[in-house]
């Protein structure tokens, strides 16, 4: 796993979804709503990063998905 794959991995805070940047509340610039998930965006800078390509960020929140269900289930 790279360190890219776990920026953001911590599910207590809310953190940007294109740069990885932890968000206090309501600091975010923008969230998107893709798929019933709620995405924080924190710059206008992440916004068009987003906008330009989403497939590598929609792709690190699979893995990182994909991760917590596995320490889900080595916990039980």
């Avoid at 809310?14 to 798929?35: F, M, P, W």
């Amino acid at each position: 796993m790279s360190l890219e794959d776990s920026i953001g991995y911590q599910d207590e805070s809310e953190t940007c979804v294109v740069c990885g940047k932890g968000l206090r509340r309501d600091e975010a610039l923008a969230h998107i709503h893709h798929q019933g998930n709620r995405l924080p965006i924190c710059c206008p800078l992440c916004f068009e990063a987003w906008e330009k390509d989403s497939k590598p960020y929609l792709e690190r929140l699979a893995k990182r998905a994909l991760l917590r269900e596995l320490k889900r289930n080595d916990n039980t």
